[in-house]
């Protein structure tokens, strides 16, 4: 992997991500709580679930919303709930047998490449 850097002072770029200790940005608390009262569906992709107050977002939904976890193992507080499911095991499997499933294959692996070529990055 190559670190991006910026194209004028070819400096380090941050990834748009929250490392462990900064704070969220606002606007997660914010949205989190109404995000999670409306939300028809949550999907957790690839965590230990032990970090808070991300952690506390896979219990916010309604007690009868469906819970996904895609992970390597299971975590939190899934499986308590009548409508959590899981796929364990390799994340990237999972997700390539899922977009399958659901017949979006070559809509990943569009994403993948546009990712990959930098084109989501122009808006």
């Known amino acids: ?6 194209p ?14 900064e704070a969220l940005p ?4 914010d949205e989190a709580e109404i995000d999670c009262l409306f939300a028809d569906l949550l999907i957790c992709i690839g965590t230990s ?10 219990d916010a939904p309604r007690h009868d919303t469906p819970r996904l976890l895609i992970n390597y193992d299971l975590v939190g507080s899934f499986g308590a709930r009548p409508q959590d499911c899981a796929l364990l095991g390799d994340i990237q499997l999972s997700i390539d047998a899922l977009c399958k ?5 070559d809509q ?3 994403l993948q490449l ?5 084109l989501n990055d122009i808006e």
């Open 108 to 110: 990943l692996q569009e």
């Open 1 to 6: 992997d190559v670190n991006p850097t910026c």
């Open 8 to 21: 004028s002072c070819k400096g380090n770029v941050k990834p748009d991500l929250v490392f462990f200790g």
């Open 49 to 58: 679930l032990e970090v808070y107050p991300f952690a506390g977002i896979v």
């Open 101 to 105: 499933k659901l017949d979006w294959s």
């Open 114 to 118: 546009e990712t990959e070529m930098g």
């Open 26 to 29: 606002r606007r997660f608390f």
